[in-house]
């Protein structure tokens, strides 16, 4: 019975150190390259697809986020919240995480837009900005055309080539 009771004394004094580094936070936005500052990037190949960031980019626009300075943290760990909408952290690249949500026209700093993570604080401070964005129908897509239509001509004029080199001989 003492040797329990000091166990649990011991378990109790410990607790409080187990808890260090498993920390819950916040890292708010300040407006760093809000829409009005930040660049217009309407080319699909900068973006990921509709079906990769759950949105349709054509008809909502797209805005790229990155999470810099996001040492320790990473992208399975946080999320962006955007006037209470969540969204999943895409990838990351360095210290850079980046996310992708719908175009929002007239973004301001509010408590509404933050990342949230969960575990260990970052061990440098982060910076959320606006990187690029596109508003909604100003995407460019642009179309990849199929292996025959760019074969079958190029097939074509390789054989009036040879056909008319056999013919001068």
């Given at each position: 019975?003492?040797r329990?009771l000091?166990?649990?004394?011991?378990?109790?004094?410990?607790?409080?150190?187990?808890?260090i580094?498993?920390?819950d936070?916040?890292?708010?936005?300040?407006?760093?390259g809000?829409?009005?500052?930040?660049?217009?990037?309407?080319?699909?190949?900068?973006?990921?697809t509709?079906?990769?960031?759950?949105?349709d980019?054509?008809?909502?626009?797209?805005?790229?986020?990155?999470?810099?300075?996001?040492?320790?943290?990473?992208?399975?760990n946080v999320?962006?919240?955007?006037?209470?909408?969540?969204?999943?952290?895409?990838?990351?690249?360095?210290?850079?995480?980046?996310?992708?949500?719908?175009?929002?026209?007239?973004?301001?700093?509010?408590?509404?837009?933050?990342?949230?993570?969960?575990?260990p604080a970052?061990?440098t401070?982060?910076?959320?900005?606006?990187s690029?964005?596109?508003?909604d129908g100003?995407?460019?897509?642009?179309?990849?055309?199929?292996?025959?239509?760019?074969?079958?001509?190029?097939?074509?004029?390789?054989?009036?080539a040879?056909?008319?080199?056999?013919?001068?001989?």
């Amino acid at each position: 019975m003492k040797r329990v009771l000091i166990t649990m004394l011991i378990v109790v004094a410990l607790l409080p150190l187990m808890t260090i580094g498993a920390a819950d936070g916040v890292i708010p936005w300040d407006g760093n390259g809000a829409p009005d500052g930040g660049t217009v990037l309407c080319d699909s190949t900068a973006y990921p697809t509709s079906d990769a960031v759950g949105f349709d980019i054509e008809a909502e626009g797209i805005m790229q986020w990155n999470l810099a300075n996001s040492d320790g943290l990473t992208e399975e760990n946080v999320t962006l919240m955007v006037n209470g909408v969540e969204f999943d952290a895409f990838s990351k690249t360095g210290s850079v995480i980046k996310f992708f949500t719908p175009y929002y026209e007239g973004l301001t700093p509010t408590p509404d837009i933050n990342v949230t993570y969960i575990g260990p604080a970052p061990t440098t401070t982060p910076v959320l900005t606006i990187s690029h964005y596109c508003e909604d129908g100003g995407i460019i897509i642009l179309e990849v055309p199929e292996f025959p239509l760019i074969a079958v001509p190029i097939a074509a004029i390789v054989g009036l080539a040879f056909f008319f080199q056999r013919r001068k001989e």
